[in-house]
């Protein structure tokens, strides 16, 4: 039954894109980063419009609510300027950057510019009584630097009736839209917990996130394995969406959002009439239908004519509540359009949005569609500990000599501007190499120095580079090796460009020579500012992980100095985990030598107690190759397995499959702390029943390592805590929650070195480790084992 009222908050921009938008995608290349361009470019044009017109307001918010087909809309959106002409009359003016060649910039090529600038006229109007008014369309030709108008002047009822003439159209899908978010929220309503009884802390949790999604703000949650934070973070968040949304589950990895499809799943079999919308949005290249992604409309069907038919895809799209990857690659296939690009349309119809932590926090893949201003929006963070670090790569470049050396000898002989400016950066190159050799800080591995401004020589070089490579990637547009090396070089020098313009005082410049290459890098040391802005645009974020200690750390890094913390015990049986810390080894660097057999005979001696799964982690990749060659010289019964460098996902799959039930002989597998095999690793039951984890997980000491350090220090007195120790013991804390994943699990912990049981290391430990034993010696540590075997699977 439809609800006799309908209401619907429409942005304007996405209503006439929605309804006017034609052609098809083409990926060539017509100018990179324009978007982040725009912001500036908008900017330059609107100060310039003032020397013209003293009044001209810039970036001029509109709001207007309309009654059209029983609905009533609230449209809203920024006007880019409205200034008074010399004859008296008011305009607005709507500014666009593009890279269209001149001759066809006619103002007439996109049909979406001028409504949308007349609707904005259309409020103007209605809100100050006028009966006439202008619409000016400026176009700026990035390019050629060439600023283009076009003026067309309207009364007011024409552009009321052009309003509601689109609202007309829209209003089907208003209906649906607004029916469903009905629908939803009823369903929300009655929505109960989906399983008989809450697990030990879920309650606890579950009050908490819905307190913060009701009443805004952030939460850090630390829950421990057990608890069922998807679930625990999902059921509550959905119970407090009211009328906003949607709510965004961004994950670290692919298998956390399966983690979220499944826990959508079960609240909808726990109530089939609920009515919840959910979609995964997937990298492009993951799932992409054509065998080699090339989005042009020569390339690809998918791609040809996809704003012609996404609508009818949309519509049918929006009888399906749960659209994964598969699902998004089915329908895509029915209606012929991308999949990728059907996922992201399909999210402004979502009430879940399931992805990568870039859909939010990175600045330049960002979904601009939401977060372009503050919406009422929740953010789950799942594994919120990979935060800060994933940050700091988002908002960090990089550049290398070679690569500019390289581009230069693809252009063959002769002379060209853009050879010329491709030598001006080589230069700037060699100079920097000729001061890493008068002034490294770090001869071991290679020449480096560092410095706290950003690089201006280099960059006003690259801005100038920016013109000629544009105008031979414009004239070059057939694949080739030289383009896509060409064109791969462009977006480093436009990223590099983005990061420039941020640079502050949380930022560090580092040159390295190794050779004759001589590397760039704009370090971001702390991105809390970048995420403290993120996470301003919406109503409420929880970030959950089963570590996230010390709270103030978390805080501090991800920009949330009033976030609330809550830290809940593992649900688990703490007899169910045996415990215990080799005090008499020390694995720091000077001692590894040393402490090869030492760890080799403790690695024996854990798995010598019972048959089953182990994996033992190491701080590098060189140290655990040393002591695998000890053990498997000095312990051949045993079978063992390595992690190999840069694994992709079919070779992780086949390590991981080793890791059977009810082994018929014990294995263990060698893996590197903080990699692959460190955390999101579900192996349940006797899949694995013990760990050893070899060190305390310290980053390695370098040159980039000490910046953060130092810059800690400086900032907040604990330069050593933030850029060691809480890395490292986070680490360490994920790497032995592998062990037990359920409440029949049992198995055993061994930390190695002796620093595990300094104060300042075990109180980073969660509260469920009362129980850590320290041992010296193996004999002791053997016989231990055998006792918590004995009475814990008699």
């Known amino acids: 039954m439809q609800p006799e009222s309908l209401a619907l908050t429409l942005p304007i921009r996405q209503l006439v894109e929605f309804l006017l938008r034609t052609g098809s995608i083409d990926s060539r290349f017509t100018g990179f980063d324009r978007a982040n361009e725009g912001a500036r470019l908008h900017r330059k044009l ?45 305009t607005v003016d709507e500014i666009k950057t593009t890279a269209l060649p001149s001759d066809q910039i006619t103002g ?28 000016r369309l400026t176009y700026y030709q990035v390019d050629e630097e060439q600023t283009f ?74 829950a421990p394995t057990g608890i069922g934070k998807t679930m625990s973070v999902l059921f509550p968040a959905l119970k407090a969406l009211e009328k906003g949304g949607p709510i965004f589950y961004l994950t670290a990895r692919g298998t956390t959002r399966t983690a979220a499809e499944t826990a959508l799943a079960i609240l909808r079999s726990h109530d089939a009439d ?3 919308r959910s979609v995964t949005l997937t990298a492009k290249d993951k799932i992409c239908l054509q065998e080699t992604r090339e989005c042009t409309p020569d390339a690809c069907p998918y791609a040809k004519g996809y704003y012609d038919r996404i609508k009818n895809a949309l519509w049918n799209a929006l009888d399906t509540p749960s659209l994964t990857a598969e699902g998004l690659q089915h329908l895509a296939h029915q209606y012929e359009v991308c999949p990728f690009e059907l996922g992201l349309d399909l999210s402004l ?51 290398c000599k070679s690569s500019f050396w390289d581009a230069k000898k693809c252009l063959g002989s002769g002379k060209s501007s853009l050879k010329n400016a491709l030598n001006k950066v080589n230069q700037i190159f060699i100079s920097w190499r000729h001061r890493c050799e008068e002034e490294s800080s770090d001869s071991r591995s290679g020449k480096t120095f560092f410095v706290k401004e950003r690089a201006e020589l280099l960059d006003r070089a690259l801005l100038k580079l920016c013109e000629p490579l544009e105008n031979w990637l414009d004239e070059h547009r057939d694949p080739s090796e030289t383009h896509d090396a060409l064109l791969q070089l462009y977006f480093d020098v436009r990223a590099w460009l983005r990061i420039s313009d941020t640079f502050d005082d949380h930022f560090v410049l580092q040159i390295a020579s190794h050779g004759s290459e001589v590397r760039a890098a704009m370090l971001c040391l702390d991105p809390s500012a970048f995420l403290a802005n993120d996470f301003s645009k919406g109503r409420a974020a929880v970030l959950f992980s089963a570590t996230l200690a010390p709270a103030n750390y978390y805080k501090d ?15 688990f049986p703490a007899r169910n985990l045996g415990l215990w810390c080799a005090r008499h080894v020390s694995t720091r660097y000077k001692d590894r030598s040393a402490s090869i057999p030492q760890v080799s005979d403790l ?122 120790r809480y890395p490292g013991m986070n680490k360490v804390l994920q790497a032995a929650g592998r062990v037990i994943r359920t409440p029949q699990d049992k198995g055993v912990v061994l930390l190695i070195d002796d620093r595990f049981a300094s104060p300042e290391n075990r109180r980073l430990m969660p509260p469920h480790w009362d129980h850590l034993r320290l041992v010296n010696g193996t004999e002791p540590l053997r016989s231990e084992l055998s006792a918590f075997w004995s009475n814990t699977c008699p």
């Open 46 to 90: 609107q100060k310039a419009a003032v020397k013209d017109f003293p009044d001209y307001a810039a970036e001029v918010p509109l709001t207007q609510e309309y009654g059209c087909c029983d609905i009533e809309y609230t449209l809203e959106g920024r006007a880019d300027g409205i200034f008074t002409g010399t004859d008296g009359v008011t």
């Open 108 to 135: 007439e090529q996109s049909r979406e510019h001028w409504a949308q600038a007349k609707i904005y006229a259309a409020i103007y109007a209605r809100q100050h009584q006028l009966s006439l008014i202008r619409v």
């Open 149 to 222: 108008y076009f003026v067309k002047e309207y009364t007011t009822d024409t552009l009321e009736f052009f309003v509601q003439d689109l609202l007309t159209q829209y209003a089907p899908w208003a209906k649906r839209a607004a029916q469903w978010r009905d629908d939803r929220q009823e369903g929300l309503r009655r929505l109960t917990f989906p399983f008989p009884e809450y697990r030990a802390g879920q309650r606890a949790l579950i009050k908490a996130v819905y307190g913060t999604c009701r009443d805004g703000g952030q939460l850090l949650c630390q």
């Open 274 to 276: 609920l009515s919840l």
């Open 349 to 399: 119809w979502s009430d879940v949005v399931i992805g990568d932590y870039n859909y939010l926090f990175d600045p330049v893949v960002h979904l601009a569609r939401f977060f372009e201003s503050r919406g009422d929006y929740l953010f789950l963070i799942d594994e919120a500990h990979n935060l800060p670090s994933r940050a700091r790569e988002m908002h960090s470049a990089s550049l």
């Open 557 to 571: 890094l991800c920009g949330l100095p009033e976030a609330r913390a809550v830290a809940l015990r593992s649900p």
């Open 603 to 724: 690695i024996a001696c854990l798995a010598g107690a019972r048959t089953g799964n182990y994996l033992a982690f190491f701080p590098s990749y060189s140290y655990l190759q040393s002591v695998l060659e000890d053990f498997s010289a000095r312990y051949p019964n045993f079978s063992t397995l390595c992690q190999q460098s840069s694994m992709d996902e079919a070779q992780r799959t086949v390590f991981l499959s080793h890791f059977k039930p009810n082994p018929p002989q014990t294995q263990i597998g060698f893996a590197v702390l903080g990699g692959v095999f460190g955390e999101g690793v579900d192996l349940t039951g006797d899949r694995l029943i013990g760990v050893a984890i070899v060190g305390p997980g310290l980053p390695q000491v370098g040159p980039r390592q000490e910046q953060l350090r130092q810059h800690f220090e400086e900032t907040c007195g604990s330069g050593f805590d933030y850029a060691y």
